[in-house]
C-alpha cells in the first residue's frame, strides 16, 4: 500500500483508540483489492465528536467514518440522515457523505450478528431469542433480529429500564414480540445470545445456567476476547452449537464496503473472507 | 507499513491535494527506521483551514501538521508559537503538539534549501545574492539566508510592493542588506536564485540574462518540475554551477522529523538519503 496525494481517505473513531481493529482489517482488503484507500485510527474524546467528525467531512478527500465506542449513539444527531436499524437501535456505526453533500449513517453490527448466524446455519425468523444484556450491542442485535422475522425476543438485563426501553422501541417499530424477560432461564429459547459483558474478566460468572438449554438450543457469545469462553465451551459440552463473536466482525466487512460503495472488495470477500479470518480468529 | 490502532498520525494538509509528496516520502522513511506512524492526505479548503487544523489536533493520537499550499500564511495566525524564520518570512509549513498542549509552528522550506547548498558546495555565508520573485518560497529562502549569514540579498520582483515589503522584514529582523533589486541582472552577484514561477510553464523566459552572470556565480532554480529547465541548462552551458529544486525537499526531510522528535528516522536520512532521492530524482 502507497499512500499518495490521491488517496482516499476514511478514520475510524474511538476513545481509546488503541483496541480498533478496522485499519488492519480494512487496509487489507484495500491492498488485496487495489482500492487505493486508506483507513486510519483518529482518537476523539466525546466531547469533541461533533465537530471533529463534521470537520473531517469537510474535507474532499474524506469518504467515510467509521465508528466505536463511545461514539456510536452520539452519531446519530451528527448525521443527516440514517437507516430505520440504527434510528431504532440509537447508534450509528459508520458514515458517509451522500452525493448531495448531507451524512448518511448506518449500523452494521446487527446485520453482522444476522450474517454470523446465517454462517453458522442458525435459524432465528419465527424463533424464540433470549438476550443478555441491553447495551450497544444487545440493541443493534434485538433490531436486527427483529428485522429478519426473529418471533419474540426477550431481554434480560440487570438494568430492567434499559431492557424495557429497548423491547418497547422495537415492538413499536417491528411486528416482534419484544418484551423484558424476568429471568435469565434459558429454557424455551431456540437462541440464547449473550450481549453483556459477562465472560470478559476471569472469574466472571457463565450469563445463565447451560444445563437448562433446550436440546437443540443454539448459543452465540458476542464477546471476541477469551474465546471460547466458559460459556461457549460449557454449551458445546452439551453437543449444543456455540459461535464466538469474531464472525460478526467478518461478517460486517462487505456491509460496510458496499455502504461506502467499494462493491468490487465487497464481492470479493463475500466470495473468500479467509484472509479475513486469518488475522481475527486466534 | 501496518497501520494499527497505536499507530501515531500525521498529516498533509493542502488544497489542491493530489500533487502533495509527504505521504510517499515521510512513509517510505517511517517503513525504513521502524517509525509507527503514517503521513495522511487531507485535502482542507482555506476556509475550513482553522477549525480543521484544531480539530486534528485535537485528536491525542495525532503528532503533526504538513503545511502546502495554500495555508502556509494562515497557520501563522492559529500557531501559537512559531520560530523566528516561521514569523518573518509569514508562513509555516509544519504544526506540532507542545508538552503544554500549544501549537508550535516551524518554516522548513529556507533552511531545506540552505542545505542544499550546503550540499552542492554553494557558499551563501556573506555573500551577495540576487533573489527572483518575492512570494512564499522566495520569503522562506530570503530569510533563511539572512539568518546564516548572507551579506546582501538583492530582490527583484515586478510586483514591486511585495519584494519592498520582504526586503523591510529581513532587514529589521536579520544583520543583512535586504532590499528591491531595480532589475534582475545578475552581473555582481555571487548567487543568483529563481524564485519565482518562470519556468513551470513551456515557453517561459528565462528569469534573467544568464550571459551577464559573473564567472564563478552558481544559479539555483527552485522549480521541480521539467528539470533541468531552460535556465538550468544554460547555467550549466556556461560551464556555472546550477542546481534544481529537488534537493530542498531532500535536505527538509530531517528538518521535518527532528522537529517532529524522530530524531533516530533523521539521523538516518542525514546519513543515507539515497532512497529518497531515488523517490525524487526524475
New interface residues.
Partial sequence: ???????R?YF?I?DP?????A??LF?QVFSMYGVDA????????AE?FD??LK??F?????DGVFLSIPHKPAALSVADRCSKLAKVAGAINAVRRAPDGALEGDLFDGLGFIKALDNARIGYAGKRVLLIGAGGAAAAIAVALAACGTAEIAIFDPAGDKAAQLGARIADAFRTDAHVATSNDPAGYDLVVNASPLGMKQGDPIPFDVARLDAGAAVFDVLMKNQPTPLVRAARARALIAEPGFEMLIQQAPLYLRFFGLDEAAAGIENDASALREMIYP
Same sequence: chains 1, 2.
Fill in positions: 500500500m502507497t499512500i499518495t496525494g490521491s488517496t481517505v475510524v474511538a483508540i488503541e483496541q480498533v481493529r485499519p488492519e487496509n486508506v483507513v486510519i485510527p483518529m482518537n476523539v474524546k469533541d465537530s471533529t470537520a473531517l469537510r474535507a474532499p478527500n474524506v
